[in-house]
Every structure is written in C-alpha cells, then in structure tokens.
C-alpha cells in the first residue's frame, strides 16, 4: 500500500529550539519524497525534495529507506517557520506520477 | 515566472446548485491534478489528466467531474453541491517525464468553495 505518515498532527516550539518534523512512507518501488509547506491562506509551496539533496530555509531532509523515513529538521526554529508542513510522496503507475501527502503537521514557533 | 493559475479565488453556491472552477497550468506543463482539501484536513487527490486524457482518479465524487482542453487548461465541474463540498481546491501541474525523473508538481492559490 501507499502510505504516508505524519504522527504528529501539532509541534510547539520556542524560537531557537530544534525542530524535526516526522515522516514515514510505505511503497514498493523507488520513494521520491518532498516536503511541502503552507503557510496561512497561502498556495502550498514545494520546501524540499529528497533527490536535489539541498538545504531550504535551514532546512533539511534524510530519505533513510531503512527505516523508511524522510524527516524534516532544522537546528533554530524561527517564528515565520510557523506552517503548516506536509510530506508527500510521488507515486508512479500506470504511467503516470501522482502525489500522496501526509495528514501535515502544524508548526507552532512562539518567540 | 508564470505559476499556476486558478479560477475564481473563492465561490459561494447553494447546495444542490453546480460550480465550475478552473485551472490554468504553467505553460508548457502537461500533466494537472486537482486535490481537495477540507478545513483542517490534508489535501486528498480528486483526478489528473496527462496531454488532456485522464490519467488517474481518486477520491472524486461521481457529481464531480474533470476535463483537460486541448491549451491543457483543465476544469472541474461540480454538481448537485452538497454542504461537505465545501473545501479549498487546488490545481498542479507538472512535466510527466516517467519514472525516474523528478516532476516537480506545482501549485496554485485554490478556489475556495463555500456550500451554504
């Protein structure tokens, strides 16, 4: 089955703490995962894919298929990181590519 | 750069009444899913069309229903409204380049409907 998994529906923090955001997948054939974000009353915005290996925003993301995870981290959270945060993972069949998001994550950063 | 574009940004109806929403994708992008995504709920995948065929569905309702025109703008008709309809609906799009290439899906704004 495809799955993501978000565990944590609220993380709260205070600005400067870390931050890691969990994510789980199940699937069966090669995982490409992101990371999305939205902010309040904004479009969802792609934060970071797993494949370009890059740091956005300070943040970074693992893909451990051993544990089958793609957590999202950040050493010093900062109140405009307050977001909604969602995982997703690209499925490919028949054909075609779709996306399957996590339940999300709100991150709460209080000054 | 041109992103995607939606279609009206918010829609009030009535139940039982239909609603039309459309999305124009980046130029050149040929693949657009819609998702659906209720207050507080994450977004849940509806429909996709790749080159104005459908090339997956999901959770759509049968009242629901989608079409990719040949300028690749797609547009999502939905009838007999009911008042769980009411959600934000976003468009992607993306460049289908198969398996092993990374297709960035990217979105726009979503119309939200409200059924009263």
């Known amino acids: 089955a495809q799955r993501v998994t978000q565990p944590e529906k609220l993380l709260s923090v205070f600005k400067g703490a870390p931050v890691e955001l969990k994510c789980n997948y199940s699937y069966s054939g090669s995982p490409e995962l992101f990371w999305y974000v939205q902010y309040s009353r904004q479009r969802l915005q792609l934060l970071l894919r797993h494949i370009s290996r890059e740091s956005i925003k300070g943040f970074t993301a693992d893909l451990n298929k051993g544990e089958t995870s793609f957590h999202l981290k950040k050493p010093f959270a900062q109140e405009e990181d307050s977001a909604m945060y969602y995982c997703?993972?690209?499925?490919?069949?028949?054909?075609?590519?779709?996306?399957?998001f996590g339940a999300g994550t709100r991150l709460a950063v209080h000054p | 750069a041109a992103g995607v574009i939606q279609s009206p940004r918010h829609l009030i109806k009535e139940k039982r009444e239909t609603a039309t929403l459309k999305c124009y994708p980046i130029p050149r992008h040929d693949t657009v899913y819609w998702y659906q995504q209720g207050p507080g709920q994450d977004p849940q995948f509806l429909i996709s069309f790749y080159e104005k065929m459908q090339s997956d569905k999901g959770s759509i309702p049968d009242r629901f229903s989608a079409q990719q025109f040949s300028d690749y703008h797609s547009e999502l008709n939905m009838s007999s409204l009911e008042l769980g309809d009411s959600a934000l609906y976003f468009c992607?799009?993306?460049?289908?380049?198969?398996?092993?290439?990374?297709?960035?899906?990217?979105f726009g704004q979503g119309t939200r409907l409200t059924v009263v």
């Open positions: 997703a993972l690209k499925v490919f069949s028949g054909g075609y590519n779709k996306l399957i």
């Open positions: 992607a799009s993306s460049l289908n380049q198969g398996q092993g290439y990374s297709a960035e899906a990217f």
